[in-house]
């Protein structure tokens, strides 16, 4: 079976550019959860969702991070304008449903790079 | 709110000597705590969990933690590290029955393996 997917694996754009990052995951979960990691900040919660509607959004940093889930198949995450400071790994993960029992699946992660 | 706290950001042993890695929590419920590891340029991956029933947890590669109510504690160990065990792990937690699996995560600990 197929784990978490992201892409791209890698980003580089300069500042200002929308930035578009892409998950899908594992068949059949009901929840996704968005993380950004960083030397500085470790790993942060952004977002997460379940049955595709949006739960917790308070680690968003700002109103430029927006996030969306249009089917239990593919969520996006988008940087509008993109700032230096947004620069880390960001990560996808799924689980089966939100018991606190359920495993998070993580994927690969999209490393962006803002210049 | 629930925190975890991993004590030593770096830790370092030589092969065939035991790994301890430590975690502490702090929970206002029951917690469910969970090792993962994620190895260079890649996402997390889970090592194991506890969520109730046997304290003593045995998860992959050879690595085990004991939940200790009395001391808040999660340790992670290995009785004789190996080279491919070289990488960074993370303590986590969610709150327990009806609380979800939104994960706390630990600032981490980077294991380093040494001949």
């Known amino acids: 079976d197929a784990g978490v997917i992201q892409s791209p694996r890698h980003e580089v754009t300069e500042m200002g550019q929308e930035v578009t990052l892409r998950c899908k995951p594992i068949s059949g979960h009901n929840s996704l959860f968005w993380y950004r990691q960083t030397m500085m900040r470790g790993l942060e919660l952004l977002i997460y969702f379940n049955n595709n509607v949006p739960i917790d959004d308070s680690g968003m940093p700002e109103d430029r991070f927006s996030a969306k889930m249009p089917n239990a198949s593919f969520s996006t995450l988008k940087i509008q304008p993109s700032e230096p400071r947004d620069s880390a790994v960001y990560f996808c993960a799924s689980s089966l449903a939100s018991r606190g029992t359920d495993t998070q699946y993580f994927g690969p992660g999209t490393r962006l790079t803002v210049l | ?115």
């Not at chain 2, 997390?44 to 009395?70: C, D, H, M, P, R």
């Open chain 2, 1 to 115: 709110a629930q925190s975890v706290t991993q004590l030593g950001s770096h830790v370092s042993v030589s092969e065939g000597a035991l790994v301890l890695l430590r975690c502490n929590y702090s929970s206002s419920v029951p917690p469910y705590l969970f090792w993962y590891v994620q190895y260079p340029n890649q996402g997390l991956q889970l090592l194991l969990k506890y969520t109730t029933g046997a304290t003593l947890v045995k998860g992959i590669n050879g690595f085990e933690a004991e939940f200790k109510k009395s001391e808040t504690s999660f340790h992670l160990t290995k009785p004789s590290a190996h080279m491919s065990d070289a990488a960074e792990y993370f303590c986590a937690v969610t709150l327990g029955t009806g609380g979800g699996n939104k994960l706390t995560f630990g600032t981490g600990t980077q294991l380093k393996v040494e001949l």
